[in-house]
């Protein structure tokens, strides 16, 4: 049975330009997207947080500006039945992520506070990209791989074509101007050979090697059915 490791932010805000909090966590339809493709296509995950903290999920990603009504339905109806697993996490630091098949990784902006600074998070990501093993990040989650920067020899990121949440998404989001730091732009500055939908809020989803990512919340089906196409 193919085995997936979920590394969900624990951060329950994000710490903007002015030190103030902007109340955030995991983008609902991000987790439980991927987690119900995974499940039927009959894979077993184990979810993960830092500090093994039960997962704060995003107020706004319940919005009804979220999404369409009946997407948004299944969405809270789904996250409604994991809460048994969201309640009691495994903690990240105790992981062996050797042992999964697959490292996946949702965002939401709670990335932006914890996971792109985490040690344990980092020496994972380091780990599967020395050993060409899967990993996929998710909207803001690609702000994990910021953690490797000072590997031994450098981000193993550094040339890898990768996706995010844009800085065109993060403006007609609201955030931008308020944004201690852009993802797309921290990318760019690692060294990923950073792409993007011709226009905000499409999916897309980049493929390079063992490393897969969707860049925002509409791409969350299309990244876990690949996942699903290319590891079954």
């Not at 830092?50 to 999920?57: D, K, L, R, W, Y």
């Not at 909207?139 to 020899?153: I, M, R, S, Y």
């Not at 226009?199 to 791409?219: I, K, M, R, W």
Request: charged share 20%; aromatic share 6%.
């Amino acid at each position: 049975m193919t085995k997936v490791l979920m590394v969900v932010s624990a951060a329950d805000h994000w710490t903007l330009n002015d030190g103030t909090h902007h109340p955030t966590g995991f983008w609902a339809e991000e987790l439980v997207t991927p987690y119900s493709i995974f499940t039927d296509a009959g894979w077993d995950i184990d979810v993960a947080t830092p500090g093994g903290i039960a997962p704060t999920v995003d107020s706004a990603s319940l919005d009804e500006s979220a999404g369409d009504a009946e997407t948004l339905r299944e969405v809270k109806t789904k996250l409604d039945k994991l809460q048994p697993v969201l309640a009691e996490p495994l903690n990240l630091d105790n992981v062996e992520a050797a042992d999964y098949d697959l490292v996946f990784y949702p965002g939401g902006h709670g990335p932006m506070e914890d996971l792109a600074v985490n040690e344990t998070s980092a020496r994972i990501l380091v780990d599967r990209m020395a050993n060409n093993a899967p990993v996929a990040l998710l909207c803001h989650a690609p702000a994990a791989v910021l953690a490797t920067e000072n590997a031994p020899g450098g981000s193993p990121f550094a040339g890898r074509a990768m996706t995010g949440f844009s800085n065109d998404e993060e403006r007609a989001a609201g955030l931008a101007d308020k944004a201690p730091w852009l993802l797309e732009d921290r990318l760019v500055n690692l060294g990923v050979e950073y792409n993007k939908a011709p226009e905000p809020g499409a999916p897309y989803v980049t493929v390079d090697g063992n490393l897969y990512t969707g860049q925002n919340p509409s791409s969350s089906r299309e990244l876990a059915e690949r996942l699903v196409k290319d590891l079954a």
